[in-house]
Structures are given as C-alpha cells and as structure tokens.
C-alpha cells in the first residue's frame, strides 16, 4: 500500500466530513459528521507515525484540490455532492485496504465496510431528518455532478464526430457549419426530451407505488406495521427495539407515511419533488455547452484552418471534461484527461474517414 497516497486520502475524507458539519443545521447530523470525522483524523495520525519510520521528514499535507472543489461545489448546490463522494471514497479505501490484507495474508476483521454502512444508513434516514439539512442550498447529488459532466461529453463527442464526418466529405466551410448547427440543436432537444421523459416517468410511477402503499397502510394497517417491524430486524435491531421504533413512528400518521415511503418503497422524496422541466432545460444547456466547441471555429474561419482550430479546441475541451471526471472518480487528472482525449479523436478519426470515403464515392 502507497501509505502517503492513503494518507491524503483520509485527509481529504476528513475535510468532507467537517465540512458536511459545517454545511448541516441539524444538531444529530452534525455530531454524527464530527465523529465521524475524528475517526479519520485518528486514521491519519496512525499513517502519519508509520509514514515517519521510513521518511522521518514527512509533513502532512493539506486537504486536496480535488476535495476543495468537492466542498465548494457542496456548499454552492447542496451537501449531496458530498456525500455522494464521501460514499465513492470510502468504497474504494475499503476495496484498497482489503486487497493490501488479502496480499499479505492479513485476516479481514469486517472494520472495513463500517463507514460505508454508515453512510448507507444515512441515506435511509426518514425525512423527518433529512428535511433539517440546510434548505438555502438547492440539491444536487453526485449523480447530478455525473450527468453535467456526461451531458456536456455527449455533446462535445457526438457534434465533434458530425463535423468531423461532414469535413471529410466536403472543404466547404458552409455544409459543415450547418451540419454542426443541426446537430447541436438536434441533439440538444433529444437530450431535453429524454430527460422530460426520463423524470416525468419515474415521478409518475413512484405515485402510483405510494398510492398502492397507502390503500395498504389503510386497509391493512396492522400487517404493514408488522412488514415495517420485520425490515428493521432485518437490519439487525433487536425484536424489541424494532417495535418500540414502529410503535414510536405509529403514533405520528404523518411520518408514518414518510417513513414507509422512504423504508419499504426506497423513494427519495427529492425525486418527486424535482422538476421534470428544470431537468430537460439543464440537459439541453449542458448538451448544447458541449457541442458548440467543434462549432465554434466555422462561425469565424473557413478552410483547413477552421478545421484545425476545431479539433484544438475539441482536444482542450476533452481534457476539460476528463479532469472534471477526476472531481468523481479521485484518479489522475492527466490519465483521466488524456483517455477522454484519446476516445474522442478516435470517434471524431473513424468519422472523418468514414465521411472522406463517401465524398470520394458522391464525387
């Protein structure tokens, strides 16, 4: 194990989870972030001592880029970004640390997924809690983070590769703008309408799972107290702690139903109460910030040199959005930023021969 790599990474886990006690109004939320932020700082300092037997000149360094814009961006549009990343970081430590003890024949003690449950577990909590995380800020989860960024790459690798095809069967600089302007627009309102559809249809669909839920909950309240009850032995209370909870929610009808929603349909309340429209337009904006970049030259440039600027400012903007990937994924900036170039030249090569062939065939 590469102890100084493992060692900013609890470093920067740290720094998360302070900054989600930072971020949260909720008294319970932030004593649970601050425990489980000075665990980790315990983990640090116990790197830190086995990092000194071999470089006694190691200074602890502070939190990284990568963590500041994580923390940033969670205090601009919402802590779920940061949670959302804490949960990846975690898993991916754990993965580390179990195949370092699994090399060196080490026993697997079952500590390694604790956090991990941990955060899970939150992520369950009824929204009685959840509704008390700070309200200024509006959500916005990692997988939001995800589709900004894979919106944006939609639109830069698929208009960058309709030029490019458009270019290879024609010089003119005319037909190419145009393809590229159709496609932008294009591809842009089929992204949007995905989206419309993609959240309209599941918004739908959870109201009818909790209008059938709540037809139960009424008609057999009995039995779904007793299904509720048995979810939570499932998660390891005790009999008797697990009916004391439910009689404990039973006596409030409001959170009752908050609780079944969250607990036995698995329903995020935020995806109900998220806009389809809100989602379509992002899409459409975000597709549209990709696939201007190949376009853009052809507005000001005709010719090879229209073409060359193209595929530059493609290149940058594919190293861009591989480095915004890193924001997810932790991996190297240069590694990450590089692939997405190298797949997206490739995309945009196999099209521009592709397109050079039937120019040939037209001609």
Known sequence: MD????????????????QMVNLLEDPELQKFYGQMAAIEKKHIQKFYEKILLSNPNFKIREPSGRAKTIAWLGEKFGTNIILSVLSDTEKSM????IANKTKNKQPIDGH?????SILKSLKSLSGSNISKIEGRHRTVGGNALRAAVLGANDGLVSNMSLVM????ATAQSAP?????LAGLIAGAISMALGEWISVKSSQELYERQIELEFEELENNPEEEKEELILLYRAKGFSAEDA????????ADPEQTKQVLITEELGINQEELEGSAWEAAIASFFLFITGAIIPVFPFFFFI?????ILSVAFSTVGLFLIGAAITLITGRSVTKSGLRQVL???????ITFGIGKIIGVAIA
């Open 165 to 168: 095809g458009v270019a290879g």
């Open 112 to 116: 390694e997924g604790r956090h991990v």
């Open 343 to 349: 797949f997206g030249l490739a995309a945009a090569g």
């Open 176 to 180: 190419i703008l145009i393809a590229g």
């Open 3 to 18: 102890l100084e790599k493992a060692i900013q990474g609890e470093i920067d886990t740290a720094y998360l989870y302070q």
């Open 94 to 97: 754990t993965y580390a640390t």
């Open 243 to 250: 009916e004391k909870a439910v009689e404990k929610i039973w």
């Open 303 to 307: 010719g090879n040199k229209a073409l």
